[in-house]
């Protein structure tokens, strides 16, 4: 390496997780990780022969760095053996001595070693919106409880991974529903090779390890998610089954994503959520509001997804744009999401037609709402086929659908 900034460049992406190649916003990261640099240096990503694709850039010299930016295995002591439960008093004690080992089988680890839960990094993700402030909350390591609100597909639950991802942090992710209840979030005792031991359930395992807690979709769930309360507060919670006080390690908060602020939705745009429990969502200091992103931001991940196209993603960005303004004002019931744009964007790499991938990721939309937006597209691009492709996507072999009676 010609130089000690250039180094410093390397071994903050290597400490990040890093492999070749490596993306522009890895080296933005690593940019601000190290200090070297105040933003991507050109010997890295204004070199030719560096550039692999659209945003991606060869580094070469991580590979002196292999194994060294993988974390160390979480500290793990050794369980006694699992005891049978017998009579309550003994079971509870023998069971609560095979936490750790029971919890590893139920969650798929082998080897006396808790596999890690650290999120792996998604090289297409594109850092926006309140990225900035979940990492912080997260860098700061206080138990401060965040919940986030937004419509769906705008990317709530992939930040909260991608910053525990940036910041080598365990998540734990747990997808609540209305029939999730006490013995799935806080643990219960389970049937493990013929004998019946105790099992931390995720928040329980979050707690005891300072993980991040992700509960995604709060607003399914119902009154048993009350048993979260003690825990919102950062206090602790006391297993009654075995009678144990656990206590959060440092590092440990809550994060819950939503379609709703806990209040229901009016429209049965979301069809199972609830009104949620006022003393519940009190317990949560600040709500963040993401929106969809900008149509600049939208472009970008369009072109991390695999867009190639210029004019195609900023074709797409300007009909969602265009979608989305509607839905406001009310004058459609129907948007489109970042996710169906991206879903868009694979449709076009799988099928190599344009319309055709438009008119395939709108087939979930009634036949209105389908023809309405396909013809939207069509006075956004005007070199579109809209109508052929309406067609296709409905009668792909061309059919007589008529009946002939």
């Not at 053996?81 to 798929?108: D, R």
């Not at 006396?112 to 926006?128: M, Q």
């Not at 991608?162 to 942090?169: D, E, F, I, M």
Request: proline share 5%.
């Amino acid at each position: 390496m010609s130089n000690n900034r250039q180094k410093q460049l390397i071994e903050a992406l290597a400490a990040a997780g890093c492999v070749s190649p490596v993306t522009r916003q890895d080296i933005v990261d690593a940019c601000h990780a190290s200090g070297a640099y105040a933003c991507p240096p050109s010997w890295l990503t204004q070199d030719s022969a560096r550039k692999v694709g659209r945003g991606l850039y060869d580094c070469p010299e991580l590979s002196a760095y292999s194994g060294a930016s993988s974390p160390a295995p979480a500290e793990n002591v050794t369980p006694a053996p699992a005891t049978p439960v017998a009579s309550p008093a003994p079971a509870v004690q023998g069971a609560v001595e095979s936490v750790s080992s029971v919890a590893n089988l139920a969650m798929g680890m082998t080897g006396g070693e808790r596999a890690t839960l650290i999120p792996a990094r998604f090289g297409g993700y594109v850092a926006w919106g309140h990225f900035s402030d979940v990492e912080k909350i997260v860098r700061s390591g206080m138990n401060y409880n965040v919940y986030i609100t937004g419509l769906s597909g705008n990317g709530k639950t992939l930040m909260v991974e991608q910053v525990c991802a940036k910041l080598k942090r365990e998540c734990y992710r747990v997808n609540i529903t209305r029939q999730t209840d006490e013995d799935d979030l806080l643990g219960g005792f389970r049937l493990i090779n013929g004998e019946t031991v105790w099992c931390d359930g995720p928040v329980v395992s979050a707690m005891k390890n300072g993980g991040v807690l992700l509960l995604d979709e709060i607003d399914l769930g119902g009154p048993n998610l009350m048993c979260l309360q003690p825990v919102l507060e950062g206090k602790g919670v006391f297993l009654k089954k075995i009678g144990q006080w656990v206590t959060p390690a440092a590092g440990f908060t809550v994060f819950a994503t939503a379609n709703t602020k806990g209040k229901g939705s009016d429209d049965g745009r979301f069809v199972g959520t609830g009104i949620m429990n006022e003393a519940m969502l009190d317990r949560f200091p600040v709500t963040l509001e993401q929106p969809y992103p900008t149509r600049a931001t939208e472009r970008k991940i369009l072109a991390k997804a695999g867009c190639d196209d210029a004019d195609f993603a900023d074709h797409l960005t300007k009909w969602s744009e265009i979608i989305r303004k509607s839905f406001y004002e009310g004058a459609v019931d129907e948007i489109v999401s970042t996710r169906r744009l991206v879903d868009i964007v694979n449709a076009h790499a799988i099928f190599g037609e344009k319309t055709k991938a438009i008119a395939m990721c709108l087939a979930r939309f009634d036949d209105d709402t389908k023809e309405a937006f396909l013809s939207l597209y069509g006075k956004v691009d005007a070199d579109a086929n809209v109508s052929e492709a309406a067609s296709d996507a409905v009668n792909p072999e061309g059919v007589d659908t008529k009946c002939p009676f």
